[in-house]
């Protein structure tokens, strides 16, 4: 089976060389650029961009958008139908999994969520068509890039969509490289809008090439306003040393999330309510995503014990597990994992009180740590650390140096706590706060890694007080 990935706009030629990825029975073939075609698309899009995607009003751009995510929800859809046949193939994931993780994804991406999206960040979208006026007096326009760069990711399918419609909305010129890991819904979305309104087919393009291939990368890289980048710490240390120092660079990096669970839900009625809701993040693209769990804290005295809990998690992956099966790991994740496994089961030696929970086939894996309080990010692909605590002020010194690398934490707690533990884990750096259960699904507009979504895309323009009070004295109109 083979499938087309990559989109490239109307450049004057049709020959490329083609790049094949193999996935398991499919074949994916995707245009390898050479640089002057590369340049050729730089061209294209940033002249498209300047004269027709910027023509758009953020109203035309939003229904646009609105249309794409309507077409992709509708599983009868002929890319719906693509991505729920294909994504399996590519990815690994269940496809039950990545059926009901779309439409929960997609639904970011309505009308009103996006214009909820806008409206966060800018408070009036209108900025982005045209001076508004300020309260302190002046106008004021946001005005985006020429060209973003786009880096990929993909370990989450159809995660590159966050950016890509921010590029949209701010009416910039985007080009995308997908991951060799998932290269097919970006090149899907693109092909859509381009039907849905075929005037933006020459505003964006979607491409590949070899992770490090600085003869590409720097064709790329010169002509962009703004590369934004997503990988683990060090490909994005290493993107940084090659982009030029008149680009600015948005990297999203590696990142730790946790859950946080109070003894208020853990009563005999609430627990396994809540060890559901816990276990759901952990299955869900098997941790793959920065905002999955790597481990629970869990407070002490509840009617539930945090061993206790630690067993009710185990039960919930064992059977949402038969649902929604893991992914095949790699040969070099297995044994990663069977080591690590290996590894906590020897240490039952020395800390008895411990426990380690799992099927034979290491299918998931929960960890109850009885011991001093620990900050132990999991090797991921369902497998969870369960850690008791008296009190958040406990956790706070434990969690604090890791700072840089905080972000969601899943919350099962009572309202009072909620409020006050968010703001101690504020202070050290965490950047969202959620339901447990919701935690692999941000809200339209939520601040990644703390930023804006649009903001740290746009400049803005200002025309002072002085300036309009001093063009009414050449006004044909003054006596």
């Known amino acids: 089976m083979r499938e087309s990935a990559g989109y490239i706009p109307d450049i004057g030629e049709e020959k490329f060389e083609q790049k094949i990825l193999k996935f398991r029975e499919l074949e994916v073939e995707i245009p390898l650029l050479s640089e002057q075609q590369m340049n050729r698309v730089i061209e294209t899009v940033k002249k498209a961009s300047a004269e027709t995607l910027k023509s758009f009003s953020i109203k035309e751009m939003v229904d646009i958008i609105d249309e794409a995510a309507e077409r992709l929800l509708d599983r009868s859809s ?21 059926r009901l993780a779309l439409t929960s994804y997609l639904k970011s991406f309505r009308k009103h969520e996006l214009q909820r999206f806008i409206t966060e960040d800018l408070g009036n979208p209108l900025l ?27 370990n989450v399918p159809a995660l590159p969509l966050w950016s890509f419609i921010s590029g949209l909305l701010v009416k910039a010129g985007n080009i995308g490289k997908v991951s060799s890991a998932e290269p097919l819904f970006a090149s899907w979305f693109a092909h859509l809008l381009a039907d849905i309104e075929p005037k933006l087919a020459d505003c964006f393009a979607v491409v590949w090439w070899k992770g490090g291939d600085e003869e590409r990368e720097q064709s ?3 002509q962009s306003s703004l590369v934004i980048g997503y990988g683990g710490n060090r490909s994005l240390q ?45 299955i869900r693209y098997d941790q793959q995503g920065c905002y999955s769990p790597h481990f629970f804290y869990v407070q002490k005295g509840g009617k539930v014990t945090p061993r206790e809990f630690a067993r009710y998690i185990a039960t ?20 990663s994992l ?38 132990n990010p999991s090797p991921l692909n369902r497998v969870i650390r369960v850690i008791g605590f008296e009190t958040i002020e406990d956790l706070l010194p434990v969690i604090k140096p ?30 969202r706060i959620t339901a447990l259960g919701t935690m692999t699904s941000p809200e339209a507009g939520w601040h990644h890694d703390g930023r804006f979504n649009l903001l740290d895309l746009i400049s803005m323009v200002d025309i002072e007080s002085s300036a309009e009070e001093g063009s009414e004295r050449f006004a044909p109109y003054v006596d």
């Not at 009625?269 to 809540?274: C, D, L, M, S, V």
């Open 402 to 431: 890791y700072r840089a690398f905080l972000q969601t934490v899943g919350m099962a707690c009572s309202p009072k706590e909620l409020f006050t533990w968010a703001d101690l884990l504020g202070g050290i750096g965490v950047t």
């Open 128 to 154: 982005l068509d045209e001076f508004q006026p300020r309260i302190k007096g002046g106008f004021s326009k946001a005005v985006g890039p020429e060209l973003i760069t786009h880096i990929w990711s993909g």
């Open 316 to 335: 919930e992956l064992d059977n949402l597990g038969k649902r929604y099966p893991r992914r095949a790991l790699s040969m070099e994740e297995s044994s």
């Open 78 to 98: 002929y890319y719906r139908q693509k991505a729920e046949k294909l994504l399996p193939l590519v990815t690994g994931y269940d496809e039950e999994m990545i």
């Open 338 to 375: 069977a080591s690590w496994r290996q590894k906590e089961e020897v240490s039952l030696f020395v800390n008895s009180d411990n426990e380690v929970l799992g099927d034979s086939a290491n299918q998931w894996v929960v960890v109850y740590d009885e011991g001093t309080i620990g900050f």
């Open 220 to 222: 790329v890289f010169e």
């Open 238 to 282: 290493s993107l940084q040393s090659r982009i030029p120092i008149t680009t600015r660079f948005l990297p999203f990096g590696h990142k730790v999330s946790f859950g946080l669970i109070s003894n208020a839900a853990l009563d005999s009625q609430k627990a396994w309510g809540t060890a559901h809701q816990a276990a759901l993040d952990v």
